[in-house]
């Protein structure tokens, strides 16, 4: 069936970097855009960058855009989001979710950033 | 940066009742807005697409409405499974989403 199987729980230091993956399935891979989005604890959803099918082109939120990278693995069907220089600001559920329209997301995976 | 605006932030509502959700848009995003709603631990799931478009296994109880920057987001008849947090996403340009408006029990 068609799913986003995301890689698991992280706990970093301040200062650190994660990546987290996401495996998709079940779908024509290279035809679609892939969103992130995250989930501070209690809070809203918030938008924070996409690649597009090819992998050859990013665009990322203001507020993460000298500290996030997001690269695709077509061989794999592995979409991969990585954040540097994480604060505690950054703990938060981080999601993939398919394209344009985020009609399939992954389960999400928990970034806990503390010292 | 188009912002989404959505209210109320939090209502009370009973089972049976009718609830009625609005997002406005800081400019005309044609009818690129998408519904989801959440359950507290849980993935967002989408409800609506391109403003007034059912997914596929959602109950007809919800429905959407609007274009250019007011958009509506309707649940005719409140059931126990309803209570979450919803929220719009428009996706006409760099996807934004609005804040979140939650559904609890009155």
């Known amino acids: 069936q068609v799913q986003l199987v995301q890689s698991g729980a992280e706990v970093k230091k301040p200062g650190a970097s994660v990546r987290v993956s996401c495996k998709a399935s079940g779908f024509t891979f290279s035809s679609y855009y892939m969103q992130w989005v995250r989930q501070a604890p209690g809070q809203g959803l918030e938008w924070m960058g996409l690649i597009t099918s090819s992998g050859a082109s990013t665009s990322n939120a203001q507020k993460f855009q000298d500290r996030v990278t997001m690269t695709r693995d077509t061989s794999t069907s592995t979409v991969y989001m990585e954040l540097r220089s994480l604060t505690s600001e950054d703990t938060a559920v981080y999601y993939c979710a398919r394209g344009s329209g985020f009609d399939i997301w992954g389960q999400g995976t928990m970034v806990t950033v503390s010292s | 940066d188009i912002q989404m605006t959505q209210s109320p932030s939090a209502m009370s509502a009973s089972v049976g009742d009718r609830v009625t959700i609005t997002c406005r848009a800081s400019q005309d995003i044609s009818n690129y807005l998408a519904w989801f709603q959440q359950k507290p631990g849980k993935v967002p799931k989408r409800l609506i697409y391109a403003a007034s478009n059912l997914q596929s296994g959602v109950p007809s109880r919800f429905s959407g409405s609007g274009s250019g920057t007011e958009f509506t987001l309707t649940i005719s008849s409140l059931q126990p499974e309803d209570f979450a947090t919803y929220y719009c996403?428009?996706?006409?340009?760099?996807?934004?989403f609005g804040q979140g408006t939650k559904v609890d029990i009155k």
């Open positions: 996403l428009q996706h006409n340009s760099y996807p934004s």
